[in-house]
């Protein structure tokens, strides 16, 4: 399951999966652009099953009803790909904030991907090897952070934190847990001049295929640990 994946990373995260034969559900807040994300990725291409699924991360009641749908079809969840992620605020500092606008990045960036885990997390205790990937971001990095982005930034911070939490606590219950960094990607949010959009796919993918005795609690870009 990828949360945000009507365009950007997650579209193609979702693309590479089904194109490799799996099962894979495109949750998106706009249930139409979703629809139509599936459409144009099974049109003329064989591979597995996929489900465009209506998921607004900062809905409990959207994401019990996603869960429900997911539970009555597969029975299960193997991997989960807390994508979804709002407010690249580059126009902002610490000082001159928004605060509101730090609010609505932390709903969505911290709080629904935790909120999504939670909804989820029964049907990946019965997955098989079950993995959770939070795309996060090197802007969350405190080793390296500057200023700039503040509500992002925070909120990726934030976001690691939680990335940590949970893979302590579910490490009995072999559910891998790890933060991924794209880096700087072609997408809408990251805008001209970066690399394309397969390449920041490639990490989400390294960390939802990780074998048994793989890390859990860590940051990574591609394969490759990050300062916290």
Same mark, same amino acid.
């Given at each position: 399951?990828?949360?945000?994946? %009507?365009?950007?990373?997650? /579209?193609?995260?979702?693309? #590479? ?8 559900? @495109?949750? =998106? ?15 003329? #291409? ?26 009555? /079809?597969? *029975? ?5 790909? %807390?994508? $979804? ?6 126009? #902002? =500092? ?16 911290? !709080? +629904?991907?935790?909120?999504?885990? !939670?909804?989820?997390?029964? !049907?990946?205790?019965? *997955? ?5 990937? %939070?795309?996060?971001?090197? $802007? +969350?990095? !405190? ?16 976001? %690691? ?8 606590? @579910? ?18 949010? +990251? *805008?001209?001049?970066? /690399? ?21 609690? *860590? ?10």
């Amino acid at each position: 399951m990828v949360t945000g994946a %009507n365009r950007g990373i997650g /579209r193609e995260v979702v693309r #590479q999966l089904y194109a490799r034969g799996d099962t894979v559900v @495109l949750g =998106s807040r706009d249930h139409t652009k979703g629809a139509q994300a599936a459409e144009e990725i099974t049109a003329g #291409q064989d591979g597995g099953q996929l489900l465009a699924l209506h998921m607004d991360v900062t809905d409990p009641a959207v994401l019990r009803s996603a869960a429900a749908t997911v539970g009555e /079809r597969f *029975g299960r969840v193997d991997v989960l790909v %807390n994508n $979804a992620a709002i407010l690249y605020d580059t126009w #902002q =500092s610490a000082v001159t904030a928004d605060l509101d606008t730090v609010r609505a990045a932390l709903e969505t960036n911290l !709080l +629904g991907a935790w909120q999504t885990t !939670l909804a989820l997390l029964p !049907l990946l205790r019965v *997955g098989q090897r079950p993995r959770i990937v %939070n795309v996060s971001s090197e $802007a +969350g990095s !405190l080793e390296t952070m500057g200023t700039g982005a503040p509500a992002y930034a925070v909120s990726k911070t934030a976001l %690691n934190a939680l990335t940590r939490q949970l893979a302590v606590e @579910l490490s009995t219950s072999g559910i891998l847990v790890n933060a991924v960094c794209p880096g700087w990607i072609a997408t809408d949010m +990251g *805008g001209p001049g970066g /690399r394309p959009v397969a390449e920041g796919a490639a990490s989400v993918l390294w960390a939802a295929d990780l074998p048994e005795n793989g890390p859990t609690g *860590g940051f990574f870009r591609h394969g490759v640990p990050l300062p916290w």
